[in-house]
């Protein structure tokens, strides 16, 4: 089966904080599951899922099935493997005019970093430059986590 490229890409975008996120070789289907939900998985019973409302049903099920068939996904690069902040500077290196150069590789010292680049990019009308670098990037990372996979992919 070929993976979507797409579809790892927004699973890659998509992450925060207390989730991860899986590709299951099984349907090619990127899930998320909560770390919560990987805890409370290990502990509940069926007639206590019974009792979730539906849709948290459906999340115990899928967080159940990621636990007792493991070998069935590969977890997506993490956010720190993905590692914006560095998109980010090499991105403002890519700048030819110095000042613009600069004034990102200033926005993005210190705490808000993310903030002001994207303020700066936006006053200095580069905005679209930045999306289709940054777009380049998740490409080429999840390129390579196929690679390193042994997954087939399909733009």
């Given at each position: 089966?070929?993976i ?30 909560s ?8 502990e509940?019973e ?37 590692n ?40 200095l ?29 399909e733009?």
């Amino acid at each position: 089966m070929k993976i979507k490229l797409q579809e790892i890409i927004d699973g890659m975008e998509m992450q925060f904080e207390g989730t991860n996120t899986y590709l299951c070789r099984r349907t090619g289907e990127v899930v998320s599951v909560s770390e919560d939900d990987l805890r409370t998985a290990e502990e509940i019973e069926e007639d206590e899922i019974k009792k979730l409302k539906d849709w948290q049903q459906v999340n115990m099920r899928l967080t159940i099935d990621v636990i007792e068939n493991f070998e069935d996904y590969e977890e997506l690069p993490t956010r720190f493997e993905i590692n914006e902040y560095e998109m980010m500077e090499d991105f403002s290196y890519t700048i030819k005019d110095n000042r613009k150069m600069e004034i990102l590789l200033d926005a993005i010292r210190g705490k808000g970093a993310f903030r002001r680049f994207k303020d700066k990019v936006n006053e200095l009308g580069i905005t679209q430059e930045w999306y289709q670098y940054r777009d380049e990037c998740y490409k080429q990372k999840a390129i390579e986590w196929c690679n390193d996979n042994g997954l087939e992919y399909e733009e």
